[in-house]
């Protein structure tokens, strides 16, 4: 029921993003001038390898996903020992790099705003802020769900399936903000 849940609250998300999608393209369209000027602004070298960095935290995550469903929580050699390490590492792992991709974020927005371009400048500001902060919030909900996790491991006795649907359904919703983060970073970097 835990992982049925997850899925219809991550369709109702979907349609959330599916409503700044169309505000965009609608904003998008009747301003072509504006988004001219200001997709100048944006770095979208940076912005690839950011993207980079959150897909690959998906492949460290679906990675602990495999550890977790075959039970191992934990390391069974050294740290340096890749092929031994169990759930834990690979969500440290995907927590690092999702730590990684946020800081990328706000540098960028650091950047923008230096630029003079902040949430009320204009329309394709306040877009852009809106669209890319709300999937920020998604991933930083979706970090805090991977310290609970984690956290977990440190506490339990015995891993239980209990502990397993945890794993993977936060690996439900990681792997829609990064999803949805490659249709964001399409809409706003590519098709300028």
Request: overall charge negative; proline content about 1%; cysteine-free.
């Given at each position: 029921m835990?992982a049925v849940?997850t899925?219809?609250w991550?369709?109702s998300?979907l349609?959330f993003f599916?409503a700044?999608?169309?505000?965009?393209f609608?904003l998008r369209?009747?301003?072509p001038?504006?988004w001219?000027?200001?997709t100048?602004l944006?770095?979208?070298?940076?912005?690839?390898?950011?993207?980079?960095?959150?897909?690959?935290s998906?492949?460290w995550c679906q990675?602990?996903?495999?550890?977790?469903?075959?039970?191992q929580?934990?390391r069974?050699?050294?740290?340096?020992?890749?092929?031994?390490?169990?759930?834990?590492?690979?969500?440290v792992?995907?927590?690092a790099?999702?730590?990684?991709?946020?800081?990328?974020q706000?540098y960028e927005?650091a950047?923008?705003v230096?630029?003079?371009v902040?949430l009320s400048t204009?329309?394709?500001s306040?877009i852009?802020?809106?669209?890319?902060g709300?999937?920020?919030?998604?991933v930083?909900g979706g970090?805090?769900?991977?310290l609970?996790?984690?956290?977990?491991?440190f506490?339990t006795?015995?891993?239980t399936?209990l502990q397993?649907?945890?794993?993977i359904?936060t690996s439900?919703?990681?792997?829609?903000?990064?999803?949805?983060?490659i249709?964001?970073?399409?809409?706003?970097y590519?098709?300028?």
């Open positions: 835990v849940g899925m219809v991550l369709a998300e349609m599916a700044l999608f169309a505000f965009y609608s369209g009747n301003l001038t504006q001219a000027e200001r100048e944006l770095n979208v070298p940076f912005a690839a390898a950011n993207t980079l960095v959150l897909v690959i998906s492949v990675l602990g996903v495999w550890k977790a469903e075959r039970g929580v934990a069974t050699g050294g740290l340096l020992d890749v092929k031994g390490w169990g759930m834990r590492e690979w969500y792992l995907t927590y790099f999702g730590s990684i991709f946020i800081a990328g706000v927005y950047h923008l230096h630029e003079g902040t204009d329309s394709y306040s852009f802020y809106l669209a890319t709300f999937h920020g919030m998604h930083t970090l805090i769900a991977f609970l996790i984690i956290g977990r491991t506490t006795r015995r891993y399936h397993e649907t945890g794993a359904v439900y919703y990681w792997h829609f903000v990064d999803v949805v983060w249709a964001l970073f399409a809409m706003i590519l098709l300028q």
